[in-house]
């Protein structure tokens, strides 16, 4: 695992095709977050499909710490609803609203894949209604 390697993950996040993302994931990703803990490649693509479903997600980030097999990032994550979204987070979002995250994420590879993946909140701003 490299910052480039990290950084083609990210382009394959926002370019909205789960097939470009799937590629830079294990089978058996496990990835913890403020919506739970999902196991498996399906169940994040699955993840994935409703977030990009409901929002323009783009994430991008400002600092990557690789050692080894893992990495540490700091990721601004901006979001704007396609559609009214009643719950996501807590908050309903009417369409074209948005909301930034700041997110630590932590990533382990095995191979040339991620295996598992964890995703903090540090920060919020802007809010639906």
Known sequence: ??????????????????ALLGAFLADDVVMVS???ESRGKDAYLATYKAITAAFVDQMTPTAITVDGDTATVRITDRFTAKTDVPDFLGQSYAKGQGFTLQLLARYRAQGKKIAHIEVEITGMSGNGS
């Open 1 to 18: 695992m490299d910052e480039e390697f990290m950084r083609g993950y990210y382009d394959a996040y926002n370019s909205g095709d789960p």
């Open 34 to 36: 403020a919506q739970g």
